[in-house]
Nanobody, 120 residues
Protein backbone atom coordinates (compact mmCIF):
# COMPACT_ATOMS: atom_id res chain seq x y z
CA UNK A 1 0.00 0.00 0.00
CA UNK A 2 1.84 3.12 1.25
CA UNK A 3 4.10 4.29 4.02
CA UNK A 4 5.80 7.41 5.30
CA UNK A 5 9.43 7.80 6.25
CA UNK A 6 10.62 10.75 8.28
CA UNK A 7 14.15 12.05 8.60
CA UNK A 8 16.09 15.09 9.72
CA UNK A 9 15.63 15.29 13.46
CA UNK A 10 18.49 15.70 15.88
CA UNK A 11 20.18 17.90 18.44
CA UNK A 12 20.56 21.61 17.80
CA UNK A 13 21.48 24.61 19.91
CA UNK A 14 18.94 27.36 20.57
CA UNK A 15 18.80 29.66 17.58
CA UNK A 16 19.83 26.89 15.23
CA UNK A 17 18.05 25.25 12.32
CA UNK A 18 16.87 21.83 11.26
CA UNK A 19 15.05 20.54 8.23
CA UNK A 20 12.64 17.64 8.54
CA UNK A 21 11.56 15.50 5.62
CA UNK A 22 8.69 13.06 5.23
CA UNK A 23 8.52 10.95 2.10
CA UNK A 24 5.51 8.91 1.05
CA UNK A 25 6.04 5.77 -0.97
CA UNK A 26 3.89 2.99 -2.38
CA UNK A 27 0.97 2.77 -4.75
CA UNK A 28 -0.07 6.41 -4.43
CA UNK A 29 -2.55 7.97 -6.80
CA UNK A 30 -2.58 11.42 -5.23
CA UNK A 31 -1.70 13.26 -2.06
CA UNK A 32 -3.90 15.89 -0.50
CA UNK A 33 -3.07 17.68 2.73
CA UNK A 34 0.32 17.14 4.36
CA UNK A 35 0.70 18.14 7.99
CA UNK A 36 3.39 18.30 10.66
CA UNK A 37 2.48 17.70 14.30
CA UNK A 38 4.62 17.59 17.39
CA UNK A 39 4.31 16.14 20.84
CA UNK A 40 6.42 17.17 23.79
CA UNK A 41 6.70 15.01 26.93
CA UNK A 42 3.56 15.28 29.04
CA UNK A 43 1.73 17.35 26.45
CA UNK A 44 -0.88 16.68 23.81
CA UNK A 45 0.06 16.35 20.18
CA UNK A 46 -0.34 19.71 18.45
CA UNK A 47 -0.53 20.83 14.84
CA UNK A 48 2.57 22.71 13.75
CA UNK A 49 2.04 23.38 10.05
CA UNK A 50 -0.30 22.34 7.25
CA UNK A 51 0.00 22.50 3.48
CA UNK A 52 -2.72 21.76 0.95
CA UNK A 53 -2.29 20.06 -2.39
CA UNK A 54 -2.33 23.52 -3.94
CA UNK A 55 0.42 24.81 -1.70
CA UNK A 56 -1.58 26.91 0.73
CA UNK A 57 -0.03 26.90 4.20
CA UNK A 58 -1.09 27.50 7.78
CA UNK A 59 1.00 27.54 10.94
CA UNK A 60 0.59 27.37 14.68
CA UNK A 61 1.06 30.82 16.18
CA UNK A 62 4.04 29.56 18.16
CA UNK A 63 6.06 28.83 14.99
CA UNK A 64 4.91 31.55 12.60
CA UNK A 65 7.83 33.38 11.08
CA UNK A 66 10.29 30.68 12.15
CA UNK A 67 9.08 27.48 10.47
CA UNK A 68 8.32 26.91 6.81
CA UNK A 69 6.39 23.97 5.42
CA UNK A 70 6.81 23.01 1.78
CA UNK A 71 6.21 20.04 -0.47
CA UNK A 72 7.68 18.46 -3.56
CA UNK A 73 4.82 16.72 -5.33
CA UNK A 74 7.15 14.96 -7.76
CA UNK A 75 8.87 13.30 -4.80
CA UNK A 76 5.75 12.86 -2.64
CA UNK A 77 7.66 14.63 0.10
CA UNK A 78 6.83 17.29 2.65
CA UNK A 79 9.47 19.36 4.43
CA UNK A 80 9.57 21.44 7.57
CA UNK A 81 12.33 24.03 7.71
CA UNK A 82 12.77 25.07 11.31
CA UNK A 83 14.81 28.19 12.03
CA UNK A 84 15.49 30.14 15.22
CA UNK A 85 14.73 27.05 17.25
CA UNK A 86 13.82 27.46 20.89
CA UNK A 87 13.94 24.98 23.78
CA UNK A 88 10.15 24.91 23.73
CA UNK A 89 10.26 23.50 20.19
CA UNK A 90 11.78 20.31 21.55
CA UNK A 91 9.42 17.42 20.81
CA UNK A 92 8.84 14.40 18.65
CA UNK A 93 7.68 15.61 15.26
CA UNK A 94 5.24 13.55 13.20
CA UNK A 95 4.07 13.96 9.64
CA UNK A 96 0.51 13.12 8.69
CA UNK A 97 -0.63 12.70 5.12
CA UNK A 98 -4.00 12.27 3.43
CA UNK A 99 -3.57 10.32 0.23
CA UNK A 100 -5.27 8.07 -2.27
CA UNK A 101 -3.87 4.59 -2.69
CA UNK A 102 -4.34 3.01 -6.08
CA UNK A 103 -7.09 0.41 -5.89
CA UNK A 104 -7.67 1.00 -2.18
CA UNK A 105 -9.03 4.52 -1.80
CA UNK A 106 -8.28 7.27 0.73
CA UNK A 107 -5.94 6.73 3.63
CA UNK A 108 -4.55 8.84 6.44
CA UNK A 109 -1.02 7.89 7.38
CA UNK A 110 1.32 8.87 10.20
CA UNK A 111 5.08 8.92 10.09
CA UNK A 112 7.12 7.15 12.75
CA UNK A 113 8.17 10.38 14.42
CA UNK A 114 11.54 12.09 14.64
CA UNK A 115 13.04 13.62 17.77
CA UNK A 116 14.04 17.27 17.78
CA UNK A 117 16.15 18.31 20.75
CA UNK A 118 17.00 21.97 21.34
CA UNK A 119 19.62 22.39 23.99
CA UNK A 120 22.91 24.14 24.62
Amino acid sequence: QAQLEESGGGLVQPGGSLRLSCAASGSISSINAMVWYRQAPGKQRELVAHITSGGSTTYADSVKGRFTISRDNAKNTVYLQMDSLKPEDMAVYYCNVNLMITGWGPRNLWGQGTQVTVSS
